[in-house]
């Protein structure tokens, strides 16, 4: 089985920096995702980490440490559009599905 | 704009009935997932079909059934219909990706289905 923990809530500033956290325990591991869902709409894709390090992506950049069960979600120059639920998702070995955390949900204020 | 198309957006039940939610893909994506997702909550997988076949489920009971059709559409089906299941219901697509250094099977997700049980 997969657990997956994240903060529920975060506040932050317009243009400011936000780092939103994810441990994970897993039975197995093919990949950890994060996702971006606003209010009433589907999660929408941001960033994949498989291997240890960074991958970034414009405003976004996602890190994972395998050995630690840790990721995180690095958000830059925030806007107000970035005011949403951050969900990680964990890959299990068998088959494509993923595990989700219960979400973090951002709210950026002027 | 995922290409996956989902209904109805939404619909309300009363307890004990059944319902039926749709999904569509404009592409050939040959693997289908359904999500619930209750407010406040991440999505829980449901089950997943591959080639028309069920290729995986979660810890959900049997009055949750799907079907996957050649045209790769699928639906959901739930019976006896709880005040619990009243939930977002998402479809997702995979479709393989690259990211860096690595390729992934991405899901895409519809817009869902909001249901309602009263």
């Known amino acids: 089985g997969q657990n997956i923990d994240q903060p529920t809530e975060m506040t932050a500033t317009e243009g400011a920096i936000v780092q939103i956290n994810c441990t994970y325990q897993?039975?197995?591991?093919?990949?950890l995702f994060w996702y971006q869902q606003h209010a009433g709409e589907a999660p929408t894709f941001l960033s994949y980490?498989?291997?240890?390090g960074l991958e970034e992506k414009g405003r976004f950049s996602s890190f994972l440490s395998r050995s630690k069960g840790y990721s995180y979600l690095l958000l830059k120059e925030l806007q107000m559009k970035d005011s949403a639920s951050y969900l990680c998702?964990?890959?299990?070995?068998?088959?494509?599905?993923?595990?989700f955390g219960k979400g973090t949900m951002l709210l950026v204020s002027p | 704009e995922t290409g996956v198309t989902q209904s109805p957006t939404h619909l309300i039940k009363t307890r004990g009935q059944q319902v039926t939610l749709r999904c569509s893909s404009q592409?050939?994506?040959?693997?289908v997932s359904w999500y619930q997702q209750a407010l406040g909550q991440g999505p829980q997988f449901i089950f997943q079909?591959?080639?028309?076949?069920?290729?995986g489920r979660g810890n959900f009971p049997p009055r949750f059934s799907g079907l996957q059709f050649p045209n790769y559409s699928s639906e959901l089906n739930v019976n006896a219909l709880e005040l619990d299941d009243s939930a977002l219901y998402l479809c997702?697509?995979?479709?393989?990706?690259?990211?860096?250094?690595?390729?992934?099977?991405?899901?895409?997700f519809g817009p869902g289905t909001r249901l309602t049980v009263l």
């Open positions: 998702a964990v890959r299990d070995r068998g088959y494509s599905t993923l595990t």
């Open positions: 897993t039975s197995g591991f093919n990949g």
């Open positions: 980490n498989v291997l240890d």
């Open positions: 592409s050939g994506h040959n693997t």
């Open positions: 079909y591959y080639r028309e076949e069920e290729n």
């Open positions: 997702a697509r995979s479709l393989s990706g690259t990211s860096g250094r690595v390729s992934y099977n991405e899901q895409f």
